[in-house]
C-alpha cells in the first residue's frame, strides 16, 4: 500500500533550515508525531539556486524502520548519495564522491582498505596516541583557563588523531579543522552566509564556492600527502590507501580526495559533537556525573553508548530505492528517496524505555547512532568510543569540577546536531 501523508508537524518541513532553527524540544515533539503516524510522511525538497531538486522524499523515523532499509542496501541503495538530500551536481561529486556514497561492490573493495587502519590491533596501537593527546590538549585547557569548550577541547582531540593517522603534519592541523567547519557547517550563516528563508542566488552561489574550495583545498592537500607516500610509504593510512591495489587498480587521485575527505571529516566530527553534548548533559544532570564518577571505570562503556544515543551526532543519511518494495505496510517505489532518521530512531519508545531521559545505565542500548547494521556502520565507532572514553576520563580525573558556563551556540544543520561552540568554566587545580 502507498499513501502519501503530508508533513504536518512542521509547516516548515523536514528539509527546511526553518524547522532546524526550531529549539530541540519543538523539533523532538515533531518527530514523535511522525513515528506515531501510520505511514511515513513524504516531504518536498526545498529549492536550492544551482542545485536541481528532486519531487520529494519519505522519512523514515522508527527505530524498526531504519534499521531494516540499513540491512538492505541492494534495495534501499547509497548511489548517488547517501549526504544530501539533492543529489550533487556533476561539478561537486568529483570532491564528494567518496565511500559513503558508494554500493557493493566498489564500496567493500574500498572499505577493505581503509578498515586495515581499524582492526582492534591497529587501534590498541592508537590508544596510546590518543591518550598522550588528550592529556596534552587538558595540560593546555589547564594552563589557558575556561573557555569554548568546543576549540580547547572537543574539536582537537579527534581532528589530532584522524590526521596524525593519515599521516598530516601537525602544521596542517587548524587548516583541516577549518575546513571541515566549513564543509559540515554548509547550512549555517556564520560559514556560509546564507539566512534561512532567504536563499538568494548570489548568497547561494558564494556559499558553493566556500564549499568547493574547502573540499578542493583538503583534495590539494591528500593529493601532495599521496605523492609523497607513493616514494616514501610511512606505514600511514594514506600511504595504505596509495599503494593499495583494488583488483588490479589503483585509487585515482580523485578517489585518494574523496577518502581522504570523507576521512577526514567523518573521523572528527562524531567525537567532536559527542564530546560537547557530554559536557552539557553532565552539567544539567548532576546526577548522572555523580553516577559516573562513583565507578567511572565500570560505567563508561555505558556512558559513551548513551552519549551517542542521545546526541546522535549525525542525523540522518539518505537512500535511493532500487525497486519497489514493501515495508511495514507501505510501498516504496524504484526511484523514491528516503530519509533514515537516526536522532528519532534513537527516540522511539517501542525500543527505548523512557527515551527523552538520558540514563548512562540504559541496557540494552540498540541505539542507531553510528548508522544502522548493515555494510555503511560507522567504520570508526571504536574509535570514537576510544576517544570519548580517553576524553572525559582525563577531564574528569584532572579538572573534575569542569562544567558547562551556558547554552552551546547551536550550528544550524539538518546533518549534524553540532555545537559550534559551548563555554565552560572549571577551577584550576
Given at each position: 500500500m502507498t499513501t502519501r501523508s503530508g508533513p504536518a508537524p512542521s509547516e516548515a518541513g523536514l528539509s527546511s533550515l526553518e524547522f532546524w532553527a526550531l529549539p530541540v524540544e519543538e523539533r523532538e515533539a515533531a518527530f514523535a508525531e511522525l513515528r506515531a503516524r501510520e505511514h511515513p510522511a513524504f516531504f518536498p525538497e526545498t529549492r536550492v539556486p544551482f542545485v536541481r531538486p528532486?519531487?520529494?522524499?519519505?522519512?523514515?523515523?522508527?527505530?524498526?524502520?531504519?534499521?531494516?532499509?540499513?540491512?538492505?542496501?541492494?534495495?534501499?541503495?547509497?548511489?548517488?548519495?547517501?549526504?544530501?538530500?539533492?543529489?550533487?551536481?556533476?561539478?561537486?561529486e568529483r570532491f564528494f564522491g567518496s565511500l559513503i556514497n558508494?554500493?557493493?561492490?566498489?564500496?567493500?573493495?574500498?572499505?577493505?582498505?581503509?578498515?586495515?587502519?581499524?582492526?582492534?590491533?591497529?587501534?590498541?596501537?592508537?590508544?596510546?596516541?590518543?591518550?598522550?593527546?588528550?592529556?596534552?590538549?587538558?595540560?593546555?585547557?589547564?594552563?589557558?583557563?575556561?573557555?569554548?569548550?568546543?576549540?580547547?577541547?572537543?574539536?582537537?582531540?579527534?581532528?589530532?588523531?584522524?590526521?596524525?593517522?593519515?599521516?598530516?603534519?601537525?602544521?596542517?592541523?587548524?587548516?583541516?579543522?577549518?575546513?571541515?567547519?566549513?564543509?559540515?557547517?554548509?547550512?549555517?550563516?556564520?560559514?556560509?552566509?546564507?539566512?534561512?528563508?532567504?536563499?538568494g542566488r548570489a548568497a547561494a552561489a558564494r556559499a558553493l564556492l566556500k564549499i568547493i574550495w574547502a573540499a578542493r583545498d583538503l583534495h590539494r592537500l591528500a593529493a601532495g600527502l599521496g605523492r609523497q607516500r607513493a616514494r616514501h610509504p610511512a606505514g600511514d593510512l594514506t600511504s595504505a590507501l596509495v599503494n593499495a591495489n583494488v583488483d588490479g587498480e589503483r585509487l585515482t587521485s580523485r578517489e585518494l580526495g574523496s577518502f581522504f575527505l570523507l576521512l577526514v571529516v567523518a573521523g572528527n566530527e562524531t567525537t567532536r559533537t559527542a564530546l560537547s553534548h557530554a559536557l552539557k548533559l553532565f552539567t544539567d544532570l548532576p546526577d548522572q556525573r555523580a553516577l559516573l564518577l562513583e565507578d567511572f571505570e565500570g560505567r563508561i562503556g555505558g556512558a559513551v553508548e548513551e552519549i551517542v544515543r542521545y546526541s546522535t551526532p549525525v542525523i540522518f543519511m539518505r537512500r535511493n530505492v532500487t525497486r519497489d518494495h514493501e515495508?511495514?505496510?507501505?510501498?516504496?517505489?524504484?526511484?523514491?528517496?528516503?530519509?533514515?532518521?537516526?536522532?528519532?530512531?534513537?527516540?522511539?519508545?517501542?525500543?527505548?524505555?523512557?527515551?527523552?531521559?538520558?540514563?548512562?545505565?540504559?541496557?540494552?542500548?540498540?541505539?542507531?547512532?553510528f548508522g544502522g547494521p548493515g555494510p555503511h556502520f560507522c567504520l570508526g565507532a571504536n574509535l570514537a568510543r576510544r576517544e570519548i572514553t580517553v576524553m572525559l576520563r582525563e577531564l574528569f580525573t584532572r579538572v573534575p569540577d569542569i562544567r558547562a558556563a551556558g547554552e552551546p551556540d547551536r550550528l544550524l544543520s539538518g546533518f549534524i546536531n553540532g555545537h559550534k561552540r559551548l563555554p565552560c568554566t572549571f577551577t584550576a587545580r
Amino acid at each position: 500500500m502507498t499513501t502519501r501523508s503530508g508533513p504536518a508537524p512542521s509547516e516548515a518541513g523536514l528539509s527546511s533550515l526553518e524547522f532546524w532553527a526550531l529549539p530541540v524540544e519543538e523539533r523532538e515533539a515533531a518527530f514523535a508525531e511522525l513515528r506515531a503516524r501510520e505511514h511515513p510522511a513524504f516531504f518536498p525538497e526545498t529549492r536550492v539556486p544551482f542545485v536541481r531538486p528532486g519531487e520529494g522524499f519519505y522519512a523514515l523515523v522508527r527505530h524498526a524502520d531504519v534499521s531494516e532499509a540499513s540491512r538492505h542496501p541492494d534495495i534501499f541503495s547509497s548511489e548517488p548519495s547517501a549526504t544530501s538530500i539533492p543529489d550533487f551536481p556533476a561539478y561537486m561529486e568529483r570532491f564528494f564522491g567518496s565511500l559513503i556514497n558508494m554500493d557493493d561492490p566498489r564500496h567493500a573493495k574500498i572499505r577493505r582498505i581503509v578498515s586495515r587502519a581499524f582492526t582492534p590491533k591497529m587501534l590498541a596501537r592508537t590508544e596510546e596516541d590518543v591518550r598522550r593527546r588528550a592529556a596534552r590538549i587538558v595540560d593546555e585547557l589547564i594552563e589557558t583557563g575556561p573557555g569554548d569548550f568546543v576549540a580547547k577541547v572537543a574539536a582537537r582531540l579527534p581532528a589530532e588523531v584522524i590526521c596524525d593517522m593519515l599521516g598530516i603534519p601537525e602544521r596542517e592541523y587548524p587548516r583541516v579543522i577549518e575546513r571541515t567547519n566549513v564543509i559540515l557547517g554548509n547550512s549555517d550563516p556564520e560559514y556560509t552566509g546564507i539566512t534561512p528563508g532567504r536563499v538568494g542566488r548570489a548568497a547561494a552561489a558564494r556559499a558553493l564556492l566556500k564549499i568547493i574550495w574547502a573540499a578542493r583545498d583538503l583534495h590539494r592537500l591528500a593529493a601532495g600527502l599521496g605523492r609523497q607516500r607513493a616514494r616514501h610509504p610511512a606505514g600511514d593510512l594514506t600511504s595504505a590507501l596509495v599503494n593499495a591495489n583494488v583488483d588490479g587498480e589503483r585509487l585515482t587521485s580523485r578517489e585518494l580526495g574523496s577518502f581522504f575527505l570523507l576521512l577526514v571529516v567523518a573521523g572528527n566530527e562524531t567525537t567532536r559533537t559527542a564530546l560537547s553534548h557530554a559536557l552539557k548533559l553532565f552539567t544539567d544532570l548532576p546526577d548522572q556525573r555523580a553516577l559516573l564518577l562513583e565507578d567511572f571505570e565500570g560505567r563508561i562503556g555505558g556512558a559513551v553508548e548513551e552519549i551517542v544515543r542521545y546526541s546522535t551526532p549525525v542525523i540522518f543519511m539518505r537512500r535511493n530505492v532500487t525497486r519497489d518494495h514493501e515495508l511495514n505496510g507501505h510501498t516504496y517505489r524504484a526511484g523514491d528517496k528516503v530519509l533514515l532518521f537516526y536522532n528519532s530512531a534513537n527516540r522511539d519508545d517501542t525500543v527505548f524505555e523512557r527515551p527523552d531521559v538520558f540514563d548512562i545505565t540504559r541496557d540494552p542500548n540498540p541505539h542507531v547512532g553510528f548508522g544502522g547494521p548493515g555494510p555503511h556502520f560507522c567504520l570508526g565507532a571504536n574509535l570514537a568510543r576510544r576517544e570519548i572514553t580517553v576524553m572525559l576520563r582525563e577531564l574528569f580525573t584532572r579538572v573534575p569540577d569542569i562544567r558547562a558556563a551556558g547554552e552551546p551556540d547551536r550550528l544550524l544543520s539538518g546533518f549534524i546536531n553540532g555545537h559550534k561552540r559551548l563555554p565552560c568554566t572549571f577551577t584550576a587545580r
